[in-house]
C-alpha cells in the first residue's frame, strides 16, 4: 500500500494512493461549491460527474417554458463569497431559469471549476472496499475512479416519476416532459397540447403556454393549494439597497425557519378573530410568495383547525378567480391540508382556466385509461392530441440516491438498507456507509429550507469532516447506528405531531407506488437544524465513528 499526503500541506493526515480524495455527484449548486470549496480552499483532489452537458444541475435539464424558483433570487444564490454576491444583478424578483443558469455558469467561470468536473457522463455503481478502505465509483463510459471519500449533490428532485399509463409509446403525437425539456425549445404553436399533472412544474408550464396553442387540456389527478407569485422587475434601487445590505439579510434568513428574510409569525391562526385573519392573509397573499405560510401564523402545519383557515382562504380565492363554479370545486383542494404538499407558486394559473381554449379534466374521478395513438382516453372519452406533456413530478429525496448502485459495508446496498424507508444521520451520513455525504439528503430540513443555503450548510459540514478526519490520521468517518436510530426517531416523532402524515405527498414518499411511507424531512427548521449540527461538531464529531486501519503510517 502506497501513501501521498493531499496537495495541501495544512492538513495533516497522510492519505490513501486513490485516483482523488472526493468524488462529487452533480455539477449544480452542490457540485460547484463543493469543487470550490475542497479542491480551492481545502487543497484537495476532486472529480466531480454529471449526466448533464455542463453545469446547472436541475436548471440545466428544467428549460420547460414558464420554469422559475419560488425563492427571491437575492437568497436563492450563493453567501460563501462577498465579492460573488455583489458583483451579479439579478433582473427579477424571483428568477427564471434561464437567468438562474446563467448565474450558475458565471460562478462555475469564475472559479474555474469545469476542470475538475466530467460532463455526459452517468455514475453507475459507488461501492465501498472494505479492504482498501475506498470507494469505487463505476461510470457508464466503463471507467472506474477511486476516492477516499464521495459526496453526493445528486439533486432531491432530479429522478422523475415514471409514467403510468398504458400505451405511451403508441402515441403518434410528440411526447414531452417538463423535466427534461428540449434545449432547442418545443413548437406548440396551434396544436392540441395535453399536460398530465398540476404540481408545481406544471402549474408554472400551463399558463404561458395556454396563449399560443390551438387546445390545452389539462389532466388533473390532485388539486393544489397555489399561492401567487408576485414576480417583478427588481429596480436599481432595490438591488442597490440589497447589495448594500447582503450581510445583514444572510444573517436575518439565517435566523428564520425557511431560509429567508420574512416578516415573525403570529402564534395561532384559530386564536385570532375571523376579520384580524383575512386581515392578514390578504396581505401575504398580496404579498405573494410563501409569505403566506411562514409570515402569517405559526401553528398552519401543527394545528389542524388554524390550518383549515388558510385552507378555506385559499379555495374562497379561487373561486373568486375561475368563472365557472364546477372548474373551480374541481381546482380546489380538499383532501389534505394547506401546506403538507409543497405550495405551489402561480402567475395567472387560475385564470388560465376561464379560457375557451383550455379544458380541466379531472382523472381523479375517472383515472386515464391509456395513452392512445391519437390522445388520451379518459372515462371512455377519448381527448384528441397532437403533443402529450408530462408534469408528474420526481421520486424526491431517496430516488437518485437509490438510483446510483450505492453500496457500502459488507456488501450493503442502500437500497437494501432504506427498504423500509430512509435511515440517516442529519439527513447527511448514514451506518454502515463511511466516508459518504449525501448533501441536503432524506431527514435533513432541506423540503422547507432555502436550497442553496441549505447546500452551503452541508458542504461546508462534509468538508469540514473530511479536513477532521484527514487532519486527525484517520481513515473513515461513520455514522453510528445508535446515532442514527436517534435521529430517525426525531424526525419521525416531529413529523407525527404535524400534519404532514395526513397528506399523500412526495414528503412523505407516498407519490410514487410501492415507496415506502416515511417522513423525507426534519420539520425542527433552518436554525433548529444548524444548532444540531454546529453541536455534533463542537462535540468532536458526537454520533460519528472515526477510525483508522491498523496499515495507517505516519
Known amino acids: 500500500m502506497t501513501w501521498r499526503r493531499p496537495t495541501d500541506r495544512r492538513l495533516g493526515a497522510m492519505t490513501r494512493d486513490t485516483d482523488v480524495d472526493v468524488v462529487i455527484v452533480g455539477a449544480g449548486y452542490v457540485g460547484i461549491y463543493a469543487v470550490h470549496r475542497l479542491r480551492d480552499q481545502l487543497g484537495l483532489s476532486v472529480l466531480a460527474f454529471d449526466s448533464a452537458g455542463d453545469v446547472g444541475g436541475t436548471w440545466y435539464w428544467n428549460q420547460y417554458p414558464g420554469a422559475r424558483c419560488d425563492i427571491e433570487s437575492v437568497h436563492y444564490s450563493y453567501s460563501f463569497s462577498e465579492e460573488l454576491q455583489r458583483e451579479w444583478r439579478w433582473s427579477e424578483r424571483y428568477a427564471a431559469q434561464p437567468e438562474i443558469l446563467a448565474y450558475l455558469n458565471h460562478v462555475a467561470d469564475r472559479f474555474d471549476v469545469r476542470r475538475s468536473m466530467r460532463f455526459r457522463t452517468r455514475i453507475t455503481s459507488i461501492v465501498w472496499d472494505d479492504d482498501a478502505v475506498h470507494w469505487r ?316 443555503s441549505a447546500i452551503e450548510d452541508h458542504v461546508e459540514f462534509a468538508s469540514d469532516a473530511i479536513k477532521h478526519t484527514l487532519d486527525h490520521g484517520l481513515d473513515t468517518i461513520e455514522a453510528t447506528s445508535d446515532a442514527e436510530s436517534g435521529w430517525v426517531r426525531t424526525v419521525e416523532e416531529m413529523a407525527q405531531t404535524s400534519l404532514f402524515p395526513r397528506a399523500r405527498s412526495w414528503y412523505m414518499g407516498a407519490n410514487i407506488p410501492g415507496k415506502p411511507i416515511s417522513p423525507m424531512l426534519y420539520l425542527g427548521g433552518a436554525p433548529a437544524y444548524r444548532q444540531i449540527c454546529a453541536d455534533v461538531v463542537e462535540g468532536g464529531y458526537h454520533g460519528f465513528d472515526l477510525s483508522s486501519t491498523s496499515a495507517l503510517v505516519g
Open 137 to 452: 465509483v463505476g461510470t457508464d463510459d466503463g471507467a472506474v475512479t477511486t476516492a477516499r471519500f464521495v459526496m453526493s449533490g445528486a439533486g432531491n428532485v432530479s429522478l422523475p416519476k415514471k409514467p403510468e399509463f398504458p400505451g405511451m409509446e403508441d402515441f403518434r403525437g410528440e411526447v414531452y416532459a417538463t423535466h427534461r425539456w428540449p434545449h432547442e425549445g418545443a413548437d406548440l404553436r396551434g396544436k392540441r397540447v395535453g399536460v398530465i399533472g398540476t404540481g408545481a412544474s406544471g402549474i408554472q408550464l400551463i399558463p404561458v403556454i395556454a396563449g399560443e396553442v390551438e387546445h390545452l387540456t389539462v389532466f388533473q389527478r390532485t388539486p393544489n393549494y397555489a399561492s401567487p407569485l408576485r414576480n417583478r422587475p427588481l429596480t436599481d434601487d432595490e438591488y442597490d439597497e440589497v447589495v448594500a445590505n447582503y450581510r445583514d439579510i444572510r444573517t436575518a434568513a439565517r435566523q428564520n425557519f425557511m431560509g429567508i428574510t420574512a416578516d415573525p409569525a403570529r402564534p395561532s391562526a384559530k386564536g385570532a378573530s375571523e376579520e384580524e385573519r383575512r386581515e392578514v392573509y390578504d396581505h401575504y397573499y398580496q404579498r405573494g410568495g410563501f409569505h403566506l405560510l411562514i409570515s402569517s401564523y405559526q401553528d398552519l402545519l401543527f394545528d389542524p383547525e388554524s390550518n383549515e383557515t388558510l385552507a378555506q382562504y385559499v379555495r374562497d380565492r379561487i373561486a373568486e378567480r375561475v368563472e365557472d363554479p364546477a372548474v373551480a370545486e374541481l381546482l380546489s383542494p380538499t383532501d389534505h391540508p394547506y401546506g403538507t404538499k409543497r405550495v405551489p407558486m402561480e402567475t395567472n394559473y387560475y385564470e388560465t382556466f376561464n379560457r375557451d381554449n383550455v379544458t380541466l379534466v379531472d382523472v381523479r374521478s375517472a383515472p386515464i385509461e391509456r395513452v392512445t395513438e391519437t390522445g388520451i382516453r379518459v372515462g371512455g372519452t377519448d381527448h384528441e392530441l397532437d403533443v402529450i406533456v408530462s408534469a408528474m413530478g420526481f421520486d424526491a429525496f431517496t430516488g437518485a440516491l437509490l438510483d446510483m448502485g450505492v453500496v457500502g459495508r459488507g456488501g450493503l446496498s442502500l437500497r437494501e438498507k432504506w427498504a423500509d424507508g430512509p435511515r440517516t444521520y442529519l439527513g447527511i451520513a448514514a451506518q454502515g456507509f463511511p466516508n459518504f455525504f449525501m448533501i441536503t439528503g432524506p431527514q435533513s430540513a432541506v423540503a422547507l429550507y432555502n436550497n442553496p
